[in-house]
């Protein structure tokens, strides 16, 4: 079993529709988590953290659920710029730091 | 906007070649860590430092070599480039005590 599994894609959806992408992490002792952002044959971007209590950055909504190691993206409105791949990442709780990548779950959205 | 930056951004090289991947960050960050990713694959990562001649192998077995002479920079090295190094490697940063990786733009290994 991988250590960070998200939802198989490609999510291939038209604008203004609301996406939601799902992610599972194994390692109870993990701390923090991320969404990251990755262009086609581009580096991961930070998009956002994601804590306890869930945070929103504009369109987009990030919820954690610790007691099930469930962490979620919501995708209000999308843009045809918000195609991309989205990692979730979660760090290795006493691995002194590495993240653990997710294979990510690929956005595709259309006019 | 990361101040982190890897040289070169594509490379084609024949088989048997050393090469030295290029990595430096301004940022004074402690903690580097270099990554493979083949296309539409996810991240593994392959070396990570923690500071000034520190250097680990990740969890990925990798020919590749790595130094961490001065905290701004983290060289790879492959002494015999194959085929089955073509890749993209990405370097990242973090400061201590944070956990948020900053990426470089990666490079575009061909060995032909």
């Known amino acids: 079993r991988k250590e960070v599994e998200q939802d198989p894609g490609p999510f291939n959806v038209p604008e203004g529709a609301t996406v939601a992408f799902n992610c599972t992490y194994s390692?109870?002792?993990?701390?923090?988590f991320f969404w990251y952002r990755q262009d086609c044959r581009k580096e991961p971007k930070l998009l956002m953290s994601?804590?306890?209590s869930g945070n929103e950055d504009g369109r987009f909504t990030a919820q954690l659920n610790r007691a099930s190691q469930y962490i979620s993206l919501l995708i209000r409105d999308s843009k045809l710029s918000d195609s991309a791949t989205y990692l979730c990442?979660?760090?290795?709780?006493?691995?002194?730091?590495?993240?653990?990548f997710g294979q990510g779950t690929e956005l595709s959205v259309k006019p | 906007e990361a101040d982190i930056y890897q040289t070169p951004r594509y490379l084609v090289i024949g088989t048997g070649k050393k090469i030295t991947l290029e990595c430096s960050q301004t940022m004074g960050h402690d903690k580097m860590y270099w990554y493979q990713q083949d296309p539409g694959m996810e991240l593994h990562l392959i070396h990570y430092?923690?500071?000034?001649?520190?250097?680990e192998k990740g969890d990925l077995s990798s020919e590749s070599t790595v130094s961490r002479i001065r905290t701004e920079h983290f060289p790879l090295t492959l002494e015999s480039a194959r085929p089955s190094h073509t890749s993209q490697y990405l370097c990242?940063?973090?400061?201590?005590?944070?956990?948020?990786?900053?990426f470089g733009p990666g490079t575009r290994l061909t060995v032909l």
């Open positions: 994601v804590y306890s």
């Open positions: 990442v979660v760090n290795g709780g006493n691995q002194g730091g590495k993240l653990i």
């Open positions: 390692n109870s002792a993990s701390q923090s």
């Open positions: 430092s923690y500071g000034v001649n520190s250097t």
């Open positions: 990242a940063s973090t400061g201590w005590g944070e956990d948020t990786q900053y």
